[in-house]
């Protein structure tokens, strides 16, 4: 009997911890799971791992918000040559892995970035710690926190209008963080979609844009399905 409650009192641990995980990032997310993946993201947290989807989740047309925290919240990084380094760094990761990214924000001590995936092969789990991995020397002597932090985005959540919102979210961190009184002030903010340099997230036009070429990156790749399948 003793030995029974005892494994009880441990599955209810693992399964408290799991519903109170919160995002690494200044805005705290709830990650909503069925009971098995409890188990499994407990078990991840209590190795000191945040847990992953299965890695098919990130491959393909998947929408993926990422937070990079940096170690101890340490500051002071954050200057006119890094944001250049970070913007060569994405335009070359986002090529490579075949992603768009409509809204990034570097904040003092962490940063969001969006990707949308565009092909079938686009793979945002490689993507994230290749990004990581060559930005690492740019950011010394600070250093990333062990693991970035993600949510993937579900269908309800990709749909224009609440994507839409979601991006102006994040564009309104310094806002709320005191930093500046509008989001177009900041200068650590903006998109990088490979062979679109003029679009401009200030514009009042960027989000009519964005789906546009999203969408004529999309279409190649159904196309090739589609005569594929004739």
Not at 44 to 50: E, N, P, S
Not at 59 to 70: D, E, M, N
Not at 172 to 182: H, K, Q, W
Request: aromatic share 10%; net charge neutral.
């Amino acid at each position: 009997m003793e030995a029974q409650a005892d494994s009880r009192g441990r599955k209810r641990e693992r399964v408290d911890l799991a519903r109170s995980l919160d995002s690494c990032g200044t805005e705290r997310e709830r990650v909503d799971l069925g009971s098995s993946e409890r188990e499994r993201v407990a078990q991840g947290r209590l190795k000191g791992h945040l847990p992953r989807l299965a890695p098919e989740s990130y491959r393909g047309p998947a929408f993926v918000h990422w937070t990079l925290t940096i170690e101890n919240r340490t500051t002071g990084w954050l200057t006119e040559t890094f944001h250049h380094d970070w913007c060569l760094c994405l335009l070359h990761t986002s090529a490579r892995y075949h992603l768009a990214c409509p809204a990034y924000v570097l904040m003092p001590d962490h940063m969001h970035l969006v990707w949308l995936g565009f092909r079938d092969d686009s793979n945002q789990l490689p993507a994230i710690e290749f990004l990581r991995n060559h930005l690492g020397s740019a950011l010394l002597p600070a250093a990333w926190q062990r693991q970035a932090h993600d949510h993937v985005l579900n269908v309800e959540e990709q749909k224009p209008d609440a994507f839409v919102n979601a991006a102006k979210y994040i564009f309104e961190n310094p806002v709320r963080a005191g930093l500046v009184r509008s989001f177009a002030e900041y200068p650590y903010l903006s998109c990088c979609v490979p062979g679109y340099p003029d679009l401009d997230v200030r514009a009042s036009d960027c989000w009519e844009l964005f789906w546009r070429i999203y969408g004529r990156l999309v279409s190649p790749q159904r196309h090739s399905l589609t005569l594929a399948a004739t």
